[in-house]
């Protein structure tokens, strides 16, 4: 298990009240990498042992079934280091392990636009939300695609930041946990987590707070941001790699970092076993690409607002952003408990509205689990062509994403 040392983040703030969930732009973190560790890849492990020892290194735990290695380096020397092993023919690959940050008939459904525009207003503590009625279909047709699934028995994989114990709307549906962190095993401190995991899949019809897209579908939650909402590369492929063995049919990441090619082998490893993997474009408000989602194997998600247009915090551009859902004041769980992200943003304990290309992307993580549902033979790229072909060509399409806004209700059909 992943010992990480915590690299400083706050969550980016859009607008007054208004928590958003941050999948970095183009702004980097202060520490780009995680210190005292590099990854390496050899060409042959055979030669792993004798090249470390030149630099006075062991060799380190493998990472998933990337074939590449965590080595305990001195702090201080990270680059120093890969700059060397790079040189030695028997190295495939080194590189930083880079910090990964997060991308942040039920009592409350009347207040998920997200998943059925009903033309309502509703009160919450980031001020009040008109529901534009009659003129914007802004939401993504989850109850029409209700009438043909609920999603029943898919497992979709949330790595995050956890998902709180104490709330029971969506602990649930968790069927499996794992921690690639250094925070606390099985809970959710940070709270990021905790609100991805409600918008994919919380309980419906349990007379009390809200409805996942996926209603129906299972959560294996990995833990690979810590209660600082920081990981590490390694860590998130080691996730993946996890989710994978567990039977994941989606797994879901909202969260941002630079490019790994260990990352991406990992990414490409869980495509090849036929897993969706969707992830956040970024809260930059630019073009920047960020990752996992810029690889091609990701679907990469930006957001729009309740009025169906882009939200102005969301990254675009469809050279590389395949498609767009709903991630302005989207309402869904939080925990229980006291964490990171109500203590800065004055978030309500249980239930609260979140902004960002993080919920953006767990809505199309829930609507491709029900993809998967509804087409018997389904396979990993027709569930996400079924995704990416039957969404809303809203205004955008074309520039800002390729694909349009997700439907659920077209998806499913």
Not at 160 to 165: I, M
Not at 361 to 385: D, E, K, M, N, Q
Request: some cysteine.
């Amino acid at each position: 298990m992943k010992k990480l040392l915590i690299a400083g983040f706050t969550a980016a703030i859009m607008g007054v009240g208004a928590l958003t969930f941050a999948a970095p732009g183009n702004t980097a973190p202060e520490q780009s990498h995680i210190t005292g560790q590099v990854i390496v890849k050899f060409g042959d492990d055979r030669a792993a042992a004798g090249v470390l020892r030149q630099h006075g290194l062991s060799e380190g735990p493998g990472i998933g079934s990337t074939g590449a290695h965590l080595i305990k380096v001195p702090a201080g020397k990270e680059l120093q280091l890969i700059e060397a092993l790079s040189r030695n023919p028997a190295v495939e690959y080194a590189e930083p392990d880079e910090v990964v940050t997060a991308a942040t008939d039920d009592q409350y459904f009347p207040r998920q636009y997200a998943l059925q525009n009903t033309g309502q207003s509703f009160t919450n503590t980031a001020g009040t939300l008109t529901i534009a009625s009659g003129k914007v279909d802004a939401d993504v047709d989850a109850v029409e695609a209700w009438n043909v699934t609920t999603g029943s028995g898919i497992k979709v994989a949330v790595l995050d930041s956890g998902v709180a114990n104490d709330n029971d709307d969506i602990n649930p549906k968790v069927v499996a946990r794992a921690n690639f962190t250094n925070g606390e095993t099985g809970d959710d401190n940070y709270g990021h987590g905790t609100h991805m995991a409600g918008t994919v899949a919380a309980t419906a019809d349990n007379t009390h707070g809200v409805a996942g897209t996926c209603r129906g579908c299972n959560i294996l939650d990995g833990k690979v941001l810590n209660d600082s909402g920081v990981g590490s590369s390694s860590g998130l492929a080691e996730g993946i790699n996890w989710s994978v063995s567990n039977g994941a049919k989606v797994i879901n990441m909202s969260l941002g970092v630079r490019a790994s090619r260990t990352l991406e082998t990992a990414v490409n490893n869980a495509w090849s076993k036929g897993v969706v993997l969707v992830a956040a474009a970024g809260n930059g408000g630019n073009q920047t690409k960020i990752y996992p989602g810029g690889y091609p194997n990701v679907i990469a998600v930006a957001a729009t607002d309740n009025f169906d247009a882009k939200a102005s915090f969301s990254t675009y551009g469809a050279a590389w952003v395949d498609i767009a859902a709903p991630g302005v004041n989207v309402y869904s769980t939080f925990p229980n408990h006291p964490f990171v992200l109500g203590t800065q943003n004055n978030r309500s304990q249980g239930y609260d509205v979140g902004n960002g290309t993080s919920v953006s992307s767990a809505i199309v993580a829930g609507v491709a689990a029900l993809a998967w549902s509804s087409h018997p033979g389904a396979t990993h790229t027709s569930v996400r062509a079924y995704v990416e072909s039957t969404a809303d060509k809203i205004t955008g399409t074309g520039t800002y994403w390729q694909h349009g806004r997700v439907n659920a209700g077209n998806a499913v059909r």
